[in-house]
C-alpha cells in the first residue's frame, strides 16, 4: 500500500519561511482531500489547513491565518504547506493527511475524518 511522504521540514528562526512538501510514494494526490496537521510535544495532534480538489476555499486553522498557505500542484499530484512569518509556537511534527475526495475540508480539518497519514516531519522554530 502507497503511503503520505512529507519533507521540507527543518530549524528556522522567527520570521522566516519554510515550505512542506507532501506526495504519495506510490500514488499522485490529483484527486484527494488533503490535510496537513501538526502535534507538539505533551498536545493533542491539531489541523493546520486542508485542501480539497474543488475550487472552494482552504481550512486554516485561527492560529495560522495569514501566514500559512496550503496549496497543491494537480500535474505533479503533490501538496505544499507554505509557511511564512513563523513563530516558535508553531514548533512541532507536522503531518501530511489524505482523504476521500468527497470529504470536505471542514470534516477532514474539524472531524479529522483522515484517510491517510504521513510519517511526520520536525520543524523547528527557535532563534
Known amino acids: 500500500q502507497g503511503q503520505l511522504v512529507e519533507s521540507g521540514g527543518g530549524l528556522v528562526q522567527p520570521g522566516e519561511s519554510l515550505t512542506l512538501s507532501c506526495a504519495g510514494s506510490e500514488y499522485t494526490l490529483d484527486y484527494w482531500t488533503i490535510g496537513w496537521f501538526r502535534q507538539a510535544p505533551g498536545k493533542e495532534r491539531e489541523a493546520v489547513s486542508c485542501i480539497s480538489i474543488s475550487k472552494g476555499p482552504p481550512f486554516y486553522a485561527d492560529s495560522v491565518k495569514g501566514r500559512f498557505t496550503a496549496f497543491r500542484d494537480n500535474i505533479k499530484g503533490t501538496a505544499y504547506l507554505q509557511m511564512n512569518k513563523t513563530k516558535p509556537e508553531d514548533t512541532a511534527v507536522y503531518y501530511c493527511?489524505?482523504?476521500?475526495?468527497?470529504?470536505?475540508?471542514?470534516?477532514?480539518?474539524?472531524?479529522?475524518?483522515?484517510?491517510?497519514w504521513g510519517q511526520g516531519t520536525q520543524v523547528t522554530v527557535s532563534s
Open positions: 493527511a489524505a482523504a476521500h475526495p468527497a470529504t470536505t475540508v471542514q470534516d477532514m480539518c474539524i472531524n479529522k475524518r483522515v484517510g491517510h
